[in-house]
């Protein structure tokens, strides 16, 4: 994709299918449980066995409403579940209950941050459908197991429309649609089991041109970075055919992490293919107007909106409330800190510094450390001078570890920080006096080693020395 005369762009499509939080299927009563044995969660309704009849999971279309919404899209009072027929080993029933002419929700739109900006990316449609099972290609040697719990898991599909234009977009769209999801919880979106898979629609056309070439499509995939190479590789492949005077084919593929290479999976259906038909054992789903708008209402406040007003009511740099915002439980941990400390940018530097380090170190979650309020307590001791920033550091790990409060930590291992002078000049005479050589440099212009001799001390008196008072000790003592 060169500049200048000739040169081609990437126009992409992204659909990414949500599996929503519920505990049972979309059409009965299996649990969506990830990990049990397999074939375990079967019933005749994720079979189709005759006479076995689908009943809506109401509360899957209540995450998936509110999902909509969040994305701007127009939902619809009425919408009709479809039979979507095809044939494969992980659909013993020979279709899929899906939404076709008249899904859930159509015209949203999303604001996508990107390095030099923000794009809008229009999404085309919202519908709700089942998943199908799992086909095993390692289980059976020289063959394939089928798993259907997944059968019946209740999905969304949301359809953004071709306004991508290069691998990267196509990742921060991604990334920024799934932190949405989770700010919503209308879905767990762990893409290692599956929750958040993508197909990617890629052609290339010339710079400047309006027609679309023709596409192909990328299928399931489940990482941000296999999304990224694989269109990528696409777009080479495809640019490398235009520029060679070949023609695209309109196909199936598969991405191979293993090579970093596509390859073909089958010719690509229309739509007329899966003979759709409306599903005679479901009535069209129906949403009253009222219901819709009271779920806009409880809508929760979204990333970029709270990524705003955290600037605009803590003051905090772009940064910060950039982190901060990152997921929707570090959000809300900052908040009832720098509620309960009355100092947000205090808040802001304990939780994205000392708490974040600390909590990685440990693999575990912010709902799993420390209370909002004994992180407040921290804070005040560090901002009083009763204990160092350094001290502050060793007690919040103390407390992530024992449970124990500040105030315990500090009092129990005499932790308080110390003023006494006749203490502190203890400190400051025996390291000078352990180090006469650094000394004599110090007064012949080698200035730097104040930083040493205020390092010995800190570390004589653990971390406890006052340590405006050392530096007026020192600059006495080492005085010519």
């Known amino acids: 994709m060169s500049a200048g005369a000739g040169a081609l762009e990437a126009v992409i499509g992204l659909e990414v299918h949500i599996q929503l939080r519920t505990e049972r299927k979309l059409f009965c009563g299996d649990s969506t449980r990830f990990g049990d044995a397999p074939n375990t969660n079967v019933c005749p309704v994720c079979l189709g066995l005759p006479g076995a009849l689908p009943t809506m999971n109401g509360h899957a279309v209540t995450l998936a409403v509110r999902a909509a919404l969040a994305f701007d899209c127009e939902v619809h009072e009425t919408s009709v579940f479809a039979r979507k027929n095809y044939f494969y080993p992980d659909l013993p029933k020979g279709y899929q209950i899906s939404q076709f002419e008249q899904p859930l929700a159509t015209t949203g739109q999303f604001r996508v941050r990107l390095p030099d900006g923000e794009k809008v990316v229009r999404v085309r449609r919202m519908h709700m459908e089942e998943d199908a099972g799992k086909s095993l290609h390692d289980r059976v040697p020289g063959g394939t197991a089928v798993d259907l719990n997944r059968a019946g898991t209740p999905l969304v599909e949301m359809v953004s429309e071709p306004d991508l234009r290069t691998p990267e977009e196509a990742r921060a769209y991604l990334q920024q649609v799934k932190q949405i999801l989770e700010y919503l919880d209308v879905s767990d979106c762990n893409m290692e089991e599956g929750s958040l898979r993508v197909d990617a629609n890629v052609s290339v056309r010339p710079v400047g041109s309006q027609a679309l070439g023709t596409k192909t499509e990328l299928k399931n995939m489940n990482s941000f970075s296999g999304v990224e190479k694989a269109i990528a590789a696409e777009v080479r492949r495809q640019s490398e055919i235009v520029a060679g005077g070949g023609r695209v084919e309109h196909i199936t593929l598969l991405w191979d992490d293993a090579r970093g290479e596509v390859r073909p999976m089958r010719s690509k259906e229309e739509s007329h293919d899966y003979r759709y038909f409306p599903e005679p054992d479901l009535p069209p789903l129906v949403i009253p107007v009222a219901e ?122 005499g932790l308080a920080q110390v003023r006494d002078a006749g203490q502190l000049e203890g400190w400051v005479d025996a390291v000078l006096a352990a180090h006469a050589d650094e000394v004599a440099r110090f007064r012949t212009g080698e200035k730097k080693l104040q930083g040493f001799f205020m390092g010995e001390v800190m570390k004589s008196s653990r971390g406890k020395a006052d340590p405006g008072e050392v530096a007026r000790l020192l600059a006495r003592k080492l005085a010519p």
């Open 292 to 413: 819709i708008e009271a779920a806009r209402g409880e809508l929760p406040e979204l990333p970029h909106t709270r990524r705003e007003r955290f600037g605009r009511e803590y003051a905090l740099p772009t940064y910060d409330a950039e982190v901060l915002t990152s997921t929707r439980g570090l959000a809300d941990y900052f908040e009832a800190v720098a509620r309960a400390a009355d100092d947000p940018k205090q808040a802001s530097n304990w939780v994205m510094g000392p708490l974040l380090a600390a909590l990685k170190e440990r693999g575990i979650e912010v709902g799993s450390s420390v209370a909002p309020a004994a992180l407040a307590e921290l804070i005040a001791l560090v901002r009083d001078a009763t204990i160092s920033q350094n001290v502050g550091k060793e007690v919040l790990r103390k407390m992530l570890d024992s449970g124990r409060s500040a105030k315990e930590i500090v009092e129990e291992e």
